[in-house]
């Protein structure tokens, strides 16, 4: 048993070659929710929904996310009638958010709705959101704490950021599907999804962090800091902002307390022997994942290394 | 003040031309709910719309309803969630769904989400729903009740029709704003609507026919069948299954208790001596609107006539 902790276009890529090279059914995804987010009424999970359409195969191969050829009628009217429409909805997509809605409004878990949208596309791995709670990000900037996406989005990502904070992540829990999983894997591997606010609002849920040193589990993680940048994302600014080295060594340092080995690129091999003196094992590699082909053969090294 | 009361597409073109002929301001329409139904939970008012949107110019000039060059991917994906897709929503469509809902989830009335989409789209005429409580017309055929969007969309109409209900309209009231321009109208326009499920259930909320009796204002009808046809929908076969006659007489004795006048298409001119024996004035004339012109045509002969 697989699993993989994740966020948004990072991990689906990474994960979408895992599910190539096992049988899916032995993968289990554990995914951020904390970016979730309504709008006009509609509940809408980013990351969930960007690794569910790239694992069916509909993700958009342009952006990472959203349904490929989509069309953004919708959006358009809800223009005309003088909505903000920062948040790109695209028509397809509205339907999935539609449906995960109606099925949280008549008493359905987020992990019920999940599951029924993944298996009504195919998707063979299983798709686990963190929690049936809702956790909101928060990012404090010069003006003030902001809604995750109304920074990433809205602001483009341009405040310097000076806090994070996970609201509701007292009260919510790891789903029991996913203790299960994580309880069941022999290989857990964090994707190369931002550390900070993709890969954070997992291991801050009560237990989670309990629950990975204690697991007898291969546990990698991927470096999604390559040569001191984000391949997409805040994740660098973030690292900087909150006074964190941006560096593998920076990301590696955060998950030391429970990894086993880390995944570092080609770029940045002279780090090898700083995070080898956190007591981990290292890959260096090509991590770099441009194409179907790139997510498949970084997968399997990781799992050939990881045995 | 001009009031009239409307169902969708028949009512929706002779609106059209009322609002060309007097200035829209003066213009309240009074609309059907009783056809509304929610579909993944969107709460989708079919007659509000078709009158809106014809009257911001949006329609669908082949089909009546819908927006122009509206596109389905939205129900193109909820078909691939394997849900039921005979009702058409069009993606720029499912905006006004979006919001019409989202408007009365955080306690906003009806006529306050009708308000807002329609003052949106530059509408300056005042739509209203009949009533701010849900009416729910029920159809009954061989197969027993059916909802009336089942009857109508999903089964095309073609049941026999052995009774007809609206379910909750004991507990449904007008609207006080709707009360209001009733008690302020000069004129009052049955529109070219089915009398049964249509212009029915807002005759049916109680006081609504006590009122247009003791109005003074001139209160006229045109009718929806000519030469024993409805132009559109089900309207002949329902009067048929209710056991009326299937005329333009048959229309304006449904309504003879409060009208003043009715309006005759010169096809049926052979009825003008039975319809001016309900004590009602007669104005005969070709009522088919196939084009704007036409609706326009319509609506100045008819006020002329009203003085």
């Not at 980013?46 to 990472?64: E, F």
Request: proline letters at 3%; glycine letters at 10%; charged letters at 20%.
């Amino acid at each position: 048993m697989i699993v993989a902790l994740a966020g948004g276009v990072g991990g689906a890529k990474l994960i979408y070659g895992l599910a190539a090279c096992t049988t899916p059914e032995n993968l289990t995804c554990i995914v951020n929710t904390a970016d979730d987010l309504e709008i006009c009424g509609l509940y809408v999970s980013p990351d969930l929904d960007t690794i569910m359409y790239t694992l069916a195969g509909l993700a958009n191969p342009s952006t990472g996310w959203g349904i490929r050829e989509d069309t953004f009628n919708a959006l358009s009217m809800l223009r005309t009638y003088g909505q903000e429409t920062w948040f790109a909805l695209g028509d397809r997509d509205i339907a999935t958010h539609l449906l995960r809605t109606q099925m949280l409004r008549t008493g359905k878990s987020l992990t019920e709705a999940t599951q029924f949208l993944a298996q009504s596309l195919h998707v063979q791995a299983t798709l686990l959101p963190m929690s049936d709670q809702r956790v909101a990000t928060l990012v404090q900037t010069d003006d003030g704490w902001l809604d995750f996406q109304d920074y990433f989005v809205r602001r483009r990502g341009q405040d310097e950021v000076r806090g994070i904070r996970f609201q509701g992540i007292d009260e919510a829990r790891l789903s029991d599907q996913a203790a299960q999983a994580l309880e069941r894997a022999r290989l857990i591997v964090l994707c190369p999804s931002n550390p900070i606010v993709s890969i954070g609002p997992i291991l801050a849920l009560a237990g989670v962090r309990g629950m990975l040193k204690r697991s007898a589990a291969r546990k990698v993680a991927v470096s999604p800091i390559i040569g001191g940048q984000a391949i997409r994302g805040p994740a660098a600014r973030m690292l900087k902002g909150l006074g964190l080295e941006v560096s593998a060594y920076g990301v590696a340092q955060l998950y030391a307390d429970f990894l086993t080995g880390f995944v570092l690129d080609e770029v940045d091999s002279a780090q090898e022997g700083r995070i080898r003196s956190l007591e981990l094992e290292v890959l260096v590699t090509d991590t770099v994942m441009r194409d179907d082909m790139d997510r498949i053969s970084l997968a399997r090294k990781i799992l050939r290394w990881s045995g």
